[in-house]
């Protein structure tokens, strides 16, 4: 397993700005599993790399017990710290080790994770836990297509949608990794073909969590990316004495805030002010009864 999202620094990010799953999202998992379980098969769900919790509390209101697991005490402790439910617990642990008996395991599911698993290990793993009929359910967005709020001219709104979009994929495609560069651009089909089911479906349509954001928002979502704070960190170990004003000028969440307020026509506008939508495209990998 890859191991970005450790420190306290991102972790911080990733609690306040990452969006929490919606019901578009729970609402189509549950319908795969309704498909192929019975309908009272919603005992205990799984939440593997549940970082600070984004996917765990969004199925909360469907299964008696849930638990997520991450590998980083961090984001174990921010999801602790913003849990208000009982049925829902967190422990520390990883995709290749899940915490859990053989055979207990109604829903298993990983939210923009699995990219980074050790896959052989994380099927072998999810195959134990999971009960025979037991579904999986791995998921993922990439970056956001970002739309202005104050452009009333619908070809003018279009165009710098366009525009922030590209420079927001530009910066996110920053990733060390081959794998998850590989998984982000077929949007998991490499995944889906690598899971061995009696049933399984890859979605890439129809799934789309809607935002209202301002850019305080898209940014802090930009700092809580891990490769952000990798680009970071390499750039400030090879320019030493660069001043706060010379680090600006790499900085690109700085520079992507500069370029909206720039290119919106908003330099005069507080960050807060500045409002958008940010529109999720979600994709997934269904599965039930592994093999």
């Not at 939440?47 to 590998?71: E, N, P, Y």
């Not at 599911?109 to 999810?126: I, M, N, P, Q, W």
């Not at 301002?214 to 400030?236: C, D, I, P, T, W």
Request: with cysteine; proline share 2%; charged share 30%.
């Amino acid at each position: 397993m890859i191991r970005v999202y450790e420190n306290e620094d991102i972790t911080k990010f990733y609690v306040e700005f990452r969006p929490r799953f919606q019901q578009c999202v729970v609402e189509r998992v549950l319908k795969f599993c309704n498909e192929h379980q019975e309908n009272d098969n919603q005992d205990l769900i799984v939440d593997v790399a549940c970082g600070s919790g984004q996917a765990t509390s969004a199925f909360q209101k469907h299964f008696k017990r849930i638990l997520g697991i991450d590998v980083s005490p961090n984001q174990i402790k921010q999801a602790r710290s913003a849990n208000e439910h009982d049925n829902i617990k967190y422990e520390v642990g990883t995709a290749e080790n899940i915490p859990l008996e053989e055979s207990s395991v109604d829903l298993l599911v990983s939210a923009t994770a699995c990219h980074r698993f050790d896959l052989g290990k994380f099927f072998t793993e999810a195959k134990r836990v999971m009960k025979p009929n037991g579904c999986m359910a791995l998921f993922c967005y990439n970056a956001p297509i970002i739309i202005p709020k104050n452009v009333k001219d619908p070809a003018k709104r279009q165009e710098l949608s366009d525009k922030t979009t590209s420079l927001l994929l530009k910066y996110d495609y920053f990733v060390n990794d081959e794998q998850s560069n590989v998984s982000y651009h077929c949007k998991y089909q490499d995944i889906f073909n690598k899971v061995s089911a009696e049933n399984k479906q890859w979605i890439t349509e129809g799934l789309v969590m809607k935002c209202e954001w301002n850019l305080v928002q898209l940014m802090g979502y930009f700092r809580s990316v891990a490769a952000y704070h990798e680009y970071m960190k390499m750039m400030k170990e090879e320019h030493k004495d660069a001043s706060e004003e010379e680090v600006k000028e790499w900085d690109h969440a700085v520079l992507l805030r500069d370029f909206v307020k720039r290119e919106w026509e908003m330099e005069g506008v507080k960050d807060e002010d500045v409002m958008m939508e940010a529109h999720f495209h979600v994709y997934m990998v269904l599965a039930n009864k592994l093999k």
